[in-house]
């Protein structure tokens, strides 16, 4: 439950209070999604969407590190981490794993509206929860999914929520005065970037390796009442959730067709090294 | 979110709809029927209306894009260089182009951008708009979607194509979100639908596992981040014409939450994207030393050495050099791979190399079965004396290009 006038480390900035004596914590948000353990997954012709069930599921392993760098923040500065999760009921595991991790409270977005979501959809779906279920101060998500691969839903989330997004983040290496300065992977170096909070982030592995669940923590799972959050509180129009609200359309679902190949030879090492160095002149490589 | 049930100039404030509300949510304001927030989008207003002044944008069902035309690329930039990502996307996008009878634009963002601007018109774009001030010399999120927004709102494309760089991952789903339209993720195939004209995004998913096809039926741009040295670079033509208009930049109108502090470039010399030649060793290596003996071939071959996934999560080798679906894509000239089995995952990230040669100790290994040539031997006996030979050539004094 939440109290209308929480205190947080972002509201305190914005209404200027100066100094104060009052130990401000953090409101952490993890999104997290629950996957197939295996990314070897079948799929149905008809309707072109993946067959999800009687595959056992996981939360997605970069959204282990998303929670390992909000447990960490909560450490350093206190506060408190969520872990919301859209998806079918059976993903409320997912949440009850990363309250077993150390979070303090798993939030599950379930509708049957919501299914068939696409990266927009699901981002659209993801604020309003985030908005309905209090302040928060950071949301953090990882990289990408190991089923849809795209990264998207964090950066897209952040433009319904018209919060600023940092994606790829490395090391946090600071939380101050309603800002955090932080370090993030791009392709060519790596960036160090401040930013006012809130503030929407995806974490890569660099963040450090996430911690396993503890006794503790899985007794607390275990007891965990999972907040279900269904469109009856979001209010939201049906025809702007899930398939129906995707821009995208998946039309066509198959398996890659292997590379060709060529020859596969045996010999001793010095006929194989000839062979190759002889391919290499062919290809005008030497 | 804008309500999809719009109120037309046609509305005399009759108020027939407002007694038709199920929802209570329209009221009459200014000899208008207003639509309030309470509106559930039922579509009971519509037919009611005795004037035709109600339209509800629909969910489902095609709509008229006509106005929507153009194959429009971000011209990604690094200290005023155009990244090579862009000039794949305009090859791509004047083939689309060509097929569906429309212009190719480019945007570029960034300070000092002159060259960059004509770069991109011999590259093939028939227009370019160029955003070009001091305040965009490095890369932010929030002043670079707001621009790259207003550009695609002002040149109207059907089609809209972003690098997959890590940049392009990041402000591609800012864009499209703010534009309200679809985008599909690091596509490796572009393909227009001869019967609707749609563009057909095929992309990796399930960890290239599986392949998907998908378009954006209902919402201009069709949006998709396109993965780098997969499509085929546009040739630099200084006969092609086209016209570079330069737009204002206002920083003050623009949002900055984010600063950058700092920025550190990568440490090593060659990098494997852009190497012609690449040398990859796999977990077939057995220890971390091997790298040292991939490092020499790849010298002696003049290339970069990559590394299948497996190696860098045991930590034998850094990061930059994982070649995979969850590394870089590479498309050298050669791909040797050393001990490398070659799972889906390492494959979708180099099998569009020209000559893919394989060192490996099983024959039953996938990577040789998308191999040029796929020698079984144990690659400790066979590099040393494949790098014999080239050093053996190199000090013969043969000339080579």
Known sequence: MYLPFYTTASSLLSTNSGETSLTVGLNIVICIKQVPETTEVEFDKETGRLKREGVAAVINPFDEYAIETGLRLKEKHGGAVKAISMGPPMAEQALRDAIAMGCDEGILVSDRVFGGADTWATSLTLAKAIQLTGPHDIIICGLKTTDGDTGQTGPEMAEHLGESCISYVSQILGVEDGKVTLKRNLDDGVETLEAPLPLIITVSKDVGQPRLATLRGRLAAKKATIKVITNKEMGMNPKELGLDGSYTRVTKIFTPEPHAGGEVIEGTPDQLADAIYRKLKEAKIV | ?401
Not at chain 2, 145 to 168: N, R, V
Not at chain 2, 361 to 372: G, L, M, N, V
Request: glycine residues 10%; hydrophobic residues 40%; proline residues 6%.
């Open chain 2, 1 to 401: 979110m804008s309500k999809p049930v719009n109120v037309g100039d046609a509305c005399t404030g009759c108020g027939v709809c407002v007694s038709a509300c199920p929802f209570g949510a329209i009221t009459i304001t200014g000899n208008k029927a207003l639509i309030g927030d309470a509106c559930r989008v039922c579509g009971i207003c519509e037919p009611v209306c005795p004037v035709k002044a109600i339209t509800i944008k629909k969910a489902e069902g095609p709509q008229s894009f006509a106005d929507w035309r153009g194959i429009l690329v971000y011209a990604e930039q690094r200290d005023s260089r155009v990244h090579p990502v862009a000039y794949e996307l305009l090859g791509k996008g004047r083939e689309l182009a060509t097929t569906l009878g429309e212009p190719v634009y480019a945007v570029v963002i960034g300070s000092g951008l002159a060259n960059a601007a004509e770069e991109l018109v011999k590259r093939g774009a028939d227009k370019v708009l160029v955003y070009d001030h001091p305040s965009l010399v490095t890369y932010r999120d929030d002043p670079y979607s707001q621009i790259l927004t207003e550009a695609t709102k002002e040149l109207k494309p059907s089609i809209f194509l972003i690098g997959a760089t890590s940049i392009g991952r990041t402000l591609g789903p800012r864009v499209a979100a703010k534009l309200k339209t679809g985008l599909t993720a690091d596509c490796t195939s572009l393909d227009i639908d001869p019967e609707t004209r749609l563009l057909l995004q095929t992309r990796p998913a399930y960890g290239g596992n599986i392949m998907a096809t998908i378009y954006t039926q209902n919402s201009r741009p069709q949006m998709a981040t396109v993965r780098y040295k997969v499509m085929t670079e546009a040739a630099a033509d200084p006969a092609h014409r086209g016209e570079i208009i330069k737009k204002p930049v206002d920083p003050a109108r623009l949002q900055d939450r984010v600063k950058v502090l700092a920025f550190e470039a990568a440490k090593e010399q060659v990098s494997i994207v852009d190497a012609d030649i690449v040398v990859s060793g796999g977990k077939g290596l057995g220890e971390p030393k091997g790298f040292e003996l991939m490092k020499q071939l790849a010298e002696a071959l003049g290339g970069a050495v990559g590394a299948s996934r497996p190696t860098v999560d045991e930590g034998w080798i850094d990061y930059r050099h994982q070649v995979g679906l969850s590394g870089r894509t590479v498309r050298p000239k050669l791909y040797l791979a050393c001990g490398i089995s070659g799972a889906v995952q390492h494959q979708a990230g180099m099998k569009t190399s020209d000559v893919i040669i394989a060192i490996n100790k099983d024959r039953e290994a996938p990577i040789c079965r998308i191999s040029t040539l796929a020698a079984v031997g144990d690659l400790y006996e066979v590099v040393p004396r494949l790098i014999e030979k080239i050093k053996e050539q190199k000090t013969s004094g043969t000339p080579q290009s």
